[in-house]
């Protein structure tokens, strides 16, 4: 038999592998960044705006790492019982996390730099290639919808 407070933490854990998955298309921008900024200097908030999509990959994590926290406390303080089945659901809903944040990772990563790099060349690129990021950033989003309807579940 499992232990079923042993998943849930194991799940609680492996969502915070998406502040990872947030840290590399954000160390991309920032390269990317450094050298736009010293350019061009006025684009700066324009920029952080696309860095701010990365960052928000790791904030979806932590909000399914949250929600998990919350509903597996109440089974390590006595209040409530938790059962295998929702130590499954949280592994399933992690999976489900770092999927979808591995995929706009990826997307984010190859298209932040790009995005700056063209914004510096034309400054009125940026709504069109903010839609292009959020293309990319909608990947994590339906991850984390499909995380919510699960531990929804649980």
Known sequence: MVNSILLGIIAIAGTMLTIIGAGIPLAKGIQAAAAAVAEKQRLNIFILIYLA???????????????????????????????????????????????????????????????????????EVFTANLIYLGLGEALAIYGLLIAFILLNLA
Do not use: R
Request: aromatic share 8%.
């Open 53 to 123: 999509l990365a960052e928000a990959l790791a904030i979806y994590g932590l909000l399914v790492a949250f929600i998990m926290y919350t509903k597996l406390s109440d089974a390590i303080t006595g209040v409530a019982e938790f059962t295998e089945t929702q130590g499954f659901i949280f592994l399933g809903a992690m999976a489900i996390m770092i999927i979808s944040n591995i995929g706009a990772a990826i997307t984010l990563t190859k298209g932040e730099p790009a995005a700056i790099g063209s914004l510096t060349a034309n400054s």
